[in-house]
């Protein structure tokens, strides 16, 4: 139901139930807000949305109070524009004066309420926070004496993530946000999906930066120098980079990747189809000795990693296949390594991805051989968009380049395995195609490629039914848990940690939306669409690397070595 409000002297409908902060939205009036989080039940922790209500004594929180047909609401008088300020001038009283090294720099909603509220000056001095910082985990850095305590981080990682990984820590004056028992991130149960980080409006929480390494490398010309680049990287770079995303970018990065210093350019896309290919071989071969539980894909190592804290009884069900970045990964040090005559320690193996838990992936005991890891080192996008800022490249005015064989190629399957359901999805395709000889439409798997957190989908493969679960998000294992409890039973379950995919790798921009996820999610499915070969094994590079490639390659030819384990792990909560 409709209804009329006045605000700032002007007449606006609002809607019942709705609060007060959304209606105003809607009417093109926009006040700050800090712990507020869309999609999430308020807290009115911070008061940064506070309003002026006639006939009310105290300022009211925009964000939590629903809207009252007799309202007469003032959003920018000078007691709501003082009270604002006051807020962010206490925050900003025990808050470290470091903006310039910050690694949230231009891109701090502090900072940007700061400037927004024209804080000019020091007018409240409190004791600063003693700088603590927590460098120990692979993925995350914490940086405490940065935490306004806005509290989004914690709810992130209970309700959406739910690792609860994070919680306040005592009262008062001491209260801060830190792991289970006050221990350092490493002995947590936090999962690095960085979905945290993504959230944090500060510096308080960033990724575990390899640019300086990277660098390092660069400069050491006994070294070669590879980077991988997962398929759709290139979009989400022009994003960071504030250009449009046209396919023409994806051979553009090739070149500025060279001329960075890179010696040799690969895509992780080989490395998915490869995966795809072996998951298909697995899963064919359950359904064939009419296997009673379900294959779990574990291509997201913040699943994976979850799986093994809190799951432990499901490690034999996932599927032993590593990951796209680990499988090519191997194929530099190994395939690579070959064909160049060198060792594989001479490389210097980067990833570049939109995922954090990669950096987590790539140090895991699996993925290393006598003592040398497959993936050195990984950048998240944003990381990758600094170091071509670093490295002054004008990106409009670099050629196009092919990446390096042997690993350039991939099918559009590697691409969409970038969203909920896509690494699932190419498995079936190629499924259906080993056994009817022709693709299927993509209709054919709409189901799988619906919205919510849990999605399931009965796929004919002529006589034979797949029947396939999607967890689009943690908060789905729950729904999961209900349908096997319920009875039912699953050939393939795919989980993705962050919800929507990797188009929500917390190694992404700042500040991201449901519609952003949504058009990054339409881009990949346009992809698709668009390109020729829909299938692992229609893709030239993989064939090559499967017909001729790997048998001439005694290390490699068994393939052993795409295939990993995983095992129980104890963590403090
Ligand atoms: S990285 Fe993920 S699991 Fe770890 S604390 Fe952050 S939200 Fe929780
Ligand atoms: S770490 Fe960041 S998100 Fe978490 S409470 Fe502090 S400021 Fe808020
Ligand atoms: S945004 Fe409303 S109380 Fe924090």
């Known amino acids: 139901m409709l209804f009329t409000i006045q605000v ?209 490398y660069l400069n050491k010309p006994e070294i070669i120098k590879v980077i991988q680049y997962s398929p759709i990287v290139t979009a989400w770079i022009a994003d960071e980079l504030g250009m449009k995303y046209t396919r023409e970018f994806d051979r553009i990065l090739n070149s500025v990747l060279r001329r960075i210093g890179f010696d040799k350019v690969f895509t992780t896309g080989i490395g998915t189809d490869l995966c795809i290919t072996e998951i298909a071989g697995q899963l064919s071969a359950r359904m064939e000795q009419k296997s009673e539980t379900p294959l779990y894909i574990s291509v997201c190592p913040a699943w994976v990693k979850y799986a093994e804290q809190f799951i432990p009884s499901l490690i034999p069900q996932l599927s032993s296949v590593k990951s796209p970045q680990q499988i090519t990964g191997v194929l530099v040090k190994t395939l690579v390594a070959d064909q160049m005559g060198v060792k594989p320690e001479q490389i210097f193996s980067v990833s570049a991805t939109p995922c954090m838990a990669m950096k987590f992936e790539a140090r895991r005991d699996g993925m290393m051989r006598k003592g040398i890891s497959d993936v050195d080192s990984v950048l998240t996008v944003r990381e990758l968009a600094r170091l071509i800022r670093l490295y002054g490249i004008d990106i409009t005015n670099v050629e196009n380049e092919p990446a390096d064989e042997p690993l350039s190629g991939r099918s559009s399957a590697a691409v969409l395995a970038e969203v909920s359901g896509g690494m699932a999805e190419g498995v ?58 319920s009875g039912k039973k699953f050939d393939l379950v795919e989980v993705m940690t962050c919800p929507g995919g990797c188009v929500h790798g917390a190694g992404l921009s700042f500040n991201v939306s449901r519609d952003d996820i949504k058009s990054r999610a339409k881009l990949i499915y346009q992809i698709d669409d668009t390109e020729a070969i829909n299938l692992p094994c229609k893709s030239p590079a993989l064939l090559n690397l499967y017909d001729n490639l790997l048998k001439a390659n005694p290390e490699i030819a068994d393939k052993k070595i795409f295939f990993t384990h995983f095992e129980k792990r104890n963590v403090l909560l």
């Not at 993509?442 to 004919?460: D, L, P, V």
Request: hydrophobic fraction near 35%; charge should be positive.
């Open 428 to 485: 079936l395709r190629l499924l259906y195609f080993s056994k009817l000889r022709k693709e299927a439409d993509k209709q054919y798997f709409k189901k799988m490629r619906s919205t919510g957190s849990f999605r399931e989908a009965t796929i004919e493969l002529g006589d034979t039914e797949v029947k396939v679960a999607i967890v689009d998000g943690l908060t789905g294992l729950e729904k999961l848990r209900s349908a096997l409890a």
């Open 8 to 216: 700032n002297n002007k007449k606006i409908k609002a809607e019942k139930g709705e609060t007060i902060l959304s209606a105003l939205n809607r009417n093109g009036v926009i006040i700050p807000t800090l712990c507020r989080m869309k999609d999430f039940t308020p807290t009115g922790a911070c008061r940064m949305c506070v309003v002026e209500v006639e006939g009310r004594e105290r300022l009211v929180t925009a964000c939590s109070q629903p809207v009252e047909e007799w309202m007469k609401i003032k959003t920018h008088s000078p007691r709501v524009i003082q009270a604002r300020k006051t807020i962010v001038e206490l925050l900003l009283s025990n808050h470290p004066d470091d903006c310039l090294y910050c690694d949230r720099n231009l891109n701090c909603e502090l900072q940007r309420l700061s400037e927004e509220l024209n804080i000019r000056e020091r007018r409240i001095r409190g004791r600063k926070i003693k700088p603590r910082l927590d460098q120990s985990s692979p993925a995350i850095v914490r940086e405490l004496s940065k935490c306004i305590l806005c509290g989004r981080c914690v709810r992130v990682c209970e309700e959406v993530i739910t690792a609860t990984s994070l919680d306040f820590i005592n009262k008062g004056r001491a209260t801060h946000v830190g792991a289970a028992m006050d221990r350092d991130f490493n002995f947590s149960s936090c999962i690095h999906c960085g979905q945290c980080v993504l959230v944090c409006p500060t510096g308080a929480l960033h990724e575990k930066h390899n640019i300086t390494e990277v660098q390092e």
